[in-house]
Nanobody, 122 residues
Framework: QVQLVESGGGLVQAGGSLRVSCAAS????????MAWFRQAPGKEREFVAA????????VTADSVKGRFTISRDNAKNTLYLQMNSLKPEDTAVYYC???????????????WGQGTQVTVSS
């Protein structure tokens, strides 16, 4: 089992940048595929990006491709999401998740953090 805690959310103007982090504890972080999802008010949870256990493979949603970058530091047990050129429609609670397959479906991920709020003002 792994415990996940997100941080780094906040309020940013459109066009700005923000980096959110996810600190993992418990079982070996490097054993897991990791992902970011987000959920805006009144909407379903949406896949953002995922990264393999080694960091060698990533998958990114079309809606954020070219603007968001997922990365991980296994030595620090930390997952990151660098968000550039932010838009108001990126406003959501961002969740990190751990699983065993590089997948875009939330059901493929077994462990979830509590989320961090990202708000982009126009």
């Amino acid at each position: 089992q792994v415990q996940l805690v997100e941080s780094g959310g906040g309020l940013v103007q459109a066009g700005g940048s923000l980096r959110v982090s996810c600190a993992a504890s418990g079982r070996t972080f490097s054993s897991y595929t990791m992902a970011w999802f987000r959920q805006a008010p009144g909407k379903e949870r949406e896949f953002v990006a995922a990264i393999s256990w080694s960091g060698g493979n990533t998958v990114t949603a079309d809606s954020v491709k070219g603007r968001f970058t997922i990365s991980r530091d296994n030595a620090k047990n930390t997952l990151y999401l660098q968000m550039n050129s932010l838009k108001p429609e990126d406003t959501a609670v961002y969740y990190c998740a751990a699983g065993y397959l590089l997948a875009t479906m939330s059901a493929r991920y077994s462990y979830w953090g509590q989320g961090t709020q990202v708000t982009v003002s126009s």
